[in-house]
């Protein structure tokens, strides 16, 4: 993908499978927003070769539309409306789509549940507060009961409990509807909890597509280990956590209390890729992450 | 997966939830207080004005101003809301993001165009109640003849057809909701000063006749004098005439190059419309100073 005369995405090779979900990291301004509006249809790409659902997203079909569903990163539209009427009216195109193992629309009253606003099904929408207003953005997204949903940081500006009810909605989605989901965020400890898989983006490349657990156990960061004795806390860092902790056991034995051995998480191992990134060291960190194991 | 069969016609079912999302953007609008206020304002601009000059003789006629003004004030603020109208709101709609909902949703423009039309056509309902209703309480010698209505029904579809997609066109190329008062407003505001709605378009030098000729806002302005006022008035006007056939050829071949026109350039407005288009039109709302 090309701006003018700068490439902006240079090397991003993926395979999403059906089912899975897909958690889309880097910094920003390194091409998240463009490759997620690319494989939605909404921008064309200056070369290569992309399909989704079976479809290159640049001459897609209405009933390929009927068949994702799409929320970004601000929408401000329809302030005049209310849930309910809204939801009834976009739910509408989709109803030509329904088949037996998938019906189409979900039914507002069913989806007004699932996100939270049953209470606020019959206020205008321009009354919402900035979680409400997301809550109904992703119903929207999902009225159309997608196999696949694109979300653009779907959980920006959300209070801590409705970032765990919309993750509860995002694995009832992947659960029960077996929707596909590819999603960006800025939020790690959200990729942890709802990603398959996590692709990190960085300077226009996939440097990084593996579990969050696998990342994380690839960073090239000490492990940390925690312990009292006789009442003085200790902390070391280490490479080897459990050659380290079997000689302090050896040594004082009984008297080590409190123990916490801290591994590496997706956040660490993330932060040192866009580090060594930005450092200009890109294509060293990639191929790092890509060999060390 | 599976191609899943498509029922009958997805497009004919999406026009039909247009012509509903219209219907409910109009009542919507109606119980806005910003949408009243701005029918009340107009219509007592229009309807103060002919009440100062109640006794304003015209001219060449017997009747009194309101007579004449009346009819090429409702053609002026026709055309005025049928431009304006839909020009802010394409304009808005492309920045807060309803457009691009359109086009995630199968078939959802063709059912939001359906919805533009029936919300912007509904709206010259409560424009013209709003002038007319006082006008008849205020004034006589309005409507010459009751067959003149007629003539202002077909004159409106006309005027609709000729004026709504120039709204839709220049809603579809202006930058921002912020450039429709320079690419929308200013020319509608000259047209309106040289069109004849406020004093016979005899009195301007010929090159500005001809070029308020071009545009429809003269001949809605004509069409409505010539529903409203007796045939012995048609002395007013250029060549002695209502000129009906040069209206309906002038508003017919504006209708006809909106229809070809504007779907184009709907489809590019819609065709470039992405998230991050959005995202930086709601960076611009917020950065005055640039």
Known sequence: MRYGDKDVLTGVDFVIHPGEVVCLLGPNGAGKTTTIEILEGFRERSAGDVRVLGQDPRRVSEAWRARTGVVLQSWRDHPRWTPRTLLDQIGGYYAPYSTPDRTRPIPTDELLDVVGLTELAEQKISTFSGGQRRRLDVAMGIVGRPELLFLDEPTAGFDPQARREFHHVVHRLADLERTTVLLTTHDLDEAEKLADRVLILAGGRIVADDTAEQLALRAAVDVEVKWSRDGERFVHATQDATAFLRRLLDEHGDAVVDLEVRRASLEDAYLELVQRHEAGQSDEAARVFTEVL | ?290
């Open chain 2, 1 to 290: 997966m599976t191609v899943q069969p498509v029922p009958s016609s997805p497009v004919l079912h999406a026009v039909r939830l247009g012509l509903r999302r219209g219907w409910t953007e109009f009542v919507q609008s109606l119980r806005s207080s910003q949408d009243q206020w701005f029918y009340l304002f107009t219509a007592f601009l229009a309807v103060g004005y002919l009440y100062l000059r109640r006794d304003t003789p015209v001219e060449g006629t017997d009747l009194m101003l309101p007579s004449v003004a009346l009819p090429s004030i409702l053609g002026g603020l026709l055309a005025f809301g049928l431009v304006i109208g839909p020009a802010y709101s394409l304009a808005m709609e492309k920045e807060d993001g309803t457009l691009l909902r359109a086009k995630a949703v199968p078939h959802g423009l063709v059912g939001y165009f359906a919805g533009q039309l029936v919300l912007h056509s509904s709206s010259i309902v409560p424009q013209m109640v709003a002038v007319l209703v006082p006008s008849f309480l205020l004034f006589d010698d309005l409507m010459a003849d009751p067959s003149g209505w007629f003539t202002v029904v077909w004159v409106l579809v006309l005027g609709l057809l000729a004026t709504l997609p120039i709204g839709m066109m220049i809603g579809a190329v202006v930058p921002n909701a912020q450039k429709v008062g320079m690419w929308g407003m200013l020319p509608v505001m000259v047209l309106a000063g040289i069109s004849g709605i406020f004093y016979p378009i005899q009195a301007l030098w010929g090159w500005v006749q001809v070029i308020a000729q071009i545009f429809p806002m003269y001949w809605l302005g004509l069409g409505m004098r010539s529903a409203f006022m007796p045939d012995s008035a048609a002395t007013v006007e250029i060549g002695d005439s209502w000129r009906t056939l040069e209206t309906v050829l002038a508003l017919g071949a504006w209708a006809v190059v909106g229809a070809l026109v504007a779907p184009a350039l709907l489809r590019r407005m819609a065709r470039r419309q992405s998230g991050s288009q959005v995202a930086a039109a709601r960076e611009a709302a917020t950065q005055w100073v640039k």
